[in-house]
């Protein structure tokens, strides 16, 4: 998503908030650090039990708050390494974007949720939209937006992180091998882009 966004709009100033569904120490994401050398995200917030962002907040909705304080224009807030998953459809740290989502909107902010899809996952429930998207969007309480690549003008996205020098793989599968997981996500930078407000 950062890379679409940067693409779109080199200026936008960009947040990643982790929030502590995953990993806690910021230090394990291999991918924020590359992001963050290449200049795709600006700023690094830990929400909750989650620590060693560039500032560390009590809890999401402070990390976006603060988000904004910092001058963020686009928030992207994810749950770092290591999530937990039972198969089930509740269990799952997936979930974190609900209250993600509410708190976003409570804020005043434009929720939009990069759905995660799969054209290659030997997985029936993660094929196509994964029913882990699914179901929070299911059960977020605030309006939302859910954009597709289909319905968008979305660049490649693989080629993009390519050219930062951005190596990303999802189960282990890269753009080659999944490129519709990376379009997705990268449908919701085309519409987080398009929201920021022109300079």
Request: aromatic share 4%.
């Amino acid at each position: 998503m950062a890379v679409v966004v940067k693409h779109l709009r080199p200026e936008v100033r960009i947040a990643y908030v982790m929030t502590d569904g995953g990993a806690l120490p910021m230090a394990l994401s291999d991918l924020v650090a590359q992001l963050r050398t290449a200049g795709l995200v600006d700023l690094t917030i830990t929400a909750g039990q989650a620590f060693g962002g560039d500032v560390e907040a009590v809890n999401v909705h402070s990390a976006l708050a603060l988000a904004k304080h910092h001058g963020a224009e686009v928030v992207i807030a994810a749950v770092g390494p290591g999530v937990v998953g039972t198969g089930t459809k509740l269990g799952h740290t997936g979930l974190d974007v609900v209250g993600v989502v509410d708190a976003a909107a409570a804020l005043g902010g434009i929720p939009i949720v990069a759905v995660r899809f799969s054209e290659a996952d030997q997985r029936e429930r993660h094929r196509g939209p994964s029913h882990h998207t699914m179901t929070a969007v299911e059960l977020a309480a605030r309006q939302l937006v859910v954009p597709s690549p289909d319905d968008l003008d979305v660049p490649d996205v693989g080629a993009l992180l390519y050219a930062h020098g951005i190596a990303v793989t999802s189960m282990g599968r890269g753009p080659d091998d999944d490129p519709a997981f990376f379009q997705w996500a990268g449908a919701a930078g085309v519409v987080a882009a398009a929201n920021v407000a022109a300079p």
